[in-house]
């Protein structure tokens, strides 16, 4: 995905001294990347919904029912603060080392402060912070990126349809057949415009 200012701009510190502000920095080639300040306030807003969502009285959460676009064309029934949950867990599995996932589960699943956490992992406190902006920076990019349904915006999760995709048939894909956008006209629909035709052309 291409990172554009107006996203990072309302993200990012305004006294970071990488980014000035913006939220975008120039990379190592010459390509526009996010800034790491933007991409920590983003894991921190996943994980500040995350947390509501968990610790939220179960009775308050309710199956919410969507639709789902296409050739079906149907209604689906979900949970979406568990299945936010468990997307959560599962993309944090997927992209972190095991150091790193011991590291998010002892500090920001289970609470453990620094203190503990550097006893239980053996460092100091100076890399347990490395690490812990290292994990935020890492999950905050991949939350936003994440195909086809992003984490964050956390508005766009909660409260979007989901996108309209389109089968195609893969022969047609094969033979190059252009499919019309609109079905041929029935015999009845032609016939009453034909017999339309001489009031049109009287008028
Ligand atoms: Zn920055």
């Not at 029935?186 to 339309?196: K, L, M, P």
Request: glycine share 6%.
């Amino acid at each position: 995905m291409e990172w554009t200012r107006s996203e990072t701009l309302a993200l990012a510190l305004h006294n970071c001294t990488s980014c000035r502000g913006l939220g975008l920095r120039i990379g190592k080639r010459g390509g526009i990347n996010p800034c790491n300040c933007a991409l920590r306030n983003i894991f921190r807003a996943c994980y500040k919904r995350f947390r509501y969502c968990h610790e939220k009285e179960k009775h308050l959460t309710r199956a919410t029912i969507e639709f789902v676009p296409g050739k079906d064309r149907r209604m689906a029934w979900g949970r979406k603060d568990e299945e936010y949950c468990a997307d959560f867990l599962l993309v944090a599995k997927r992209t972190l080392t095991p150091e790193e996932h011991k590291l998010f589960t002892f500090h920001y699943l289970l609470g453990a402060d620094w203190k503990l956490c550097c006893t239980r992992l053996d460092i100091d406190r100076g890399l347990f912070f490395h690490a812990a902006y290292r994990v935020e920076q890492k999950l905050g990019k991949v939350f936003r990126e994440l195909t086809p349904y992003a984490l964050y915006p956390l508005s766009d999760y909660f409260h979007s349809t989901r996108p309209n995709v389109r089968a195609i048939p893969t022969d047609s894909i094969a033979t190059g057949q252009v499919f019309p956008i609109r079905p041929p006209l029935s015999g009845y629909r032609r016939a009453s415009q034909q017999e339309d035709a001489p009031f049109l052309r009287a008028a």
